[in-house]
C-alpha cells in the first residue's frame, strides 16, 4: 500500500522556520522524483520544491527561492523542506508528491499558517 505522510507542519511567526517531512512507503522511493506543492484556499496548487530521484537536480520557484530547500534520504525513504524567513503568503497545505513516469501519489498535506 503506497503512502505518503507529512509532518512538521503547524502555526509559526513572520520570519520564523518550519521543516517539512514526508514519510513514504510501499514504492521504490529511491526511483521517483519528489515534490513539495502548496495550495492556500482560493488558489490552485502550486510547485514549490522539487528534487530529481537521486538528489542532484534541485528546483524552486521564485517565490520561494532562497528561503526553501528541498532534501530526501533515500535510506530513510523521507522527503523534506526546510523553510526558512516564512512569509504570511506562504500560509497554505503542503503536499509531498512522487512521480515516476505515470505514476504519481500524493500525501493528505499539512498545514502550515505564517502569523503574528
Known amino acids: 500500500q503506497v503512502q505518503l505522510v507529512e509532518s512538521g507542519g503547524g502555526l509559526v511567526q513572520p520570519g520564523g522556520s518550519l521543516r517539512l517531512s514526508c514519510a513514504a512507503s510501499?514504492?521504490?522511493?529511491?526511483?521517483?522524483?519528489m515534490n513539495w506543492y502548496r495550495q492556500a484556499p482560493g488558489k490552485e496548487r502550486e510547485l514549490v520544491a522539487a528534487?530529481?530521484?537521486?538528489?542532484?537536480?534541485?528546483d524552486y520557484p521564485d517565490s520561494v527561492k532562497g528561503r526553501f530547500t528541498i532534501s530526501r534520504d533515500n535510506v530513510k525513504k523521507t522527503l523534506y523542506l526546510q523553510m526558512n524567513s516564512l512569509k504570511p503568503e506562504d500560509t497554505a497545505v503542503y503536499y509531498c508528491?512522487?512521480?515516476?513516469?505515470?505514476?504519481?501519489?500524493w500525501g493528505q498535506g499539512t498545514q502550515v499558517t505564517v502569523s503574528s
Open positions: 510501499g514504492f521504490a522511493f529511491s526511483k521517483y522524483a
Open positions: 508528491n512522487a512521480i515516476r513516469s505515470q505514476n504519481t501519489f
Open positions: 528534487i530529481s530521484s537521486v538528489g542532484g537536480i534541485r
